[in-house]
Every structure is written in C-alpha cells, then in structure tokens.
C-alpha cells in the first residue's frame, strides 16, 4: 500500500508561480513511478508530469513543457511539481498518483487532490 497526499495548492495570477508537493508514505521504493494528473471544471482527468523514484526519467504533457517541472526527493519520500508562467489553462484539481507495478497499466494509488486557480 502507498497513501499520498498532496499539498501546495492556491489562488494565484496568471504568471505567478506554485510549488505542489506529494508526500508518499508506506511502500515506497525505488520501482515507484509517480504521475501528476489535473482535472478542470467539466472536464476529464488528463496527465500533466511523471516521474521515476529516484529522479532519474521525467516526462510532461505537451501544455506544460518548459513552465512546469517534476522532481523527486526519495530522501524525504516527497514529489514535487514546479509550476510557472500560470495561465487560467492550468486551473483545476491536482492529483498525484503512484504506479506501484510498470508492467500493469494504470495508476494503483491516489491521493485526494489539491485546488489550483489562476486567474487572470
């Protein structure tokens, strides 16, 4: 079992920056991968970020290339997400999610969201 729980999230314009934080506690080991999902009003969840354990490989949507970026501290059992250059694009609920097994499709464990709103 892996429980995660996001933190981070706020009311901001459009341009400013935030810092999401997932903390991971339980099975955590290095074969994790940890995705970060958004879900906008009236909208489908869509991936934004992954990343592996270690911080080795990470890998964006499109939308976000080159203003957010997903890193990794297994020392302190805690993934991160950088988010600059916000636009009202970016607004939505922000899910981290673990994928405990690659070679199964699908994410195993989720945590239960964080508000981001930007404004503009």
């Known amino acids: 079992q892996v429980q995660l729980v996001e933190s981070g999230g706020g009311l901001v314009q459009a341009g400013d920056s935030l810092r999401l934080s997932c903390a991971a506690s339980?099975?955590?080991?290095?074969?994790?991968?940890i995705a970060w999902f958004r879900q906008a009003p009236g909208k489908e969840r869509t991936f934004v970020a992954d990343?592996?354990?270690?911080?080795?490989?990470?890998y964006y949507a499109d939308s976000v290339k080159g203003r957010f970026t997903v890193s990794s501290d297994s020392a302190m059992n805690t993934v991160y997400l950088q988010m600059n250059s916000l636009s009202s694009e970016d607004t939505g609920v922000y899910y981290c999610?673990?994928?405990?097994?690659?070679?199964?499709?699908?994410?195993?464990?989720w945590g239960q969201g964080t508000q981001v709103t930007a404004s503009s």
């Open positions: 999610a673990a994928d405990a097994n690659v070679n199964v499709p699908g994410y195993d464990y």
């Open positions: 339980g099975r955590t080991d290095s074969s994790l991968v």
């Open positions: 990343i592996d354990w270690n911080g080795i490989r990470a």
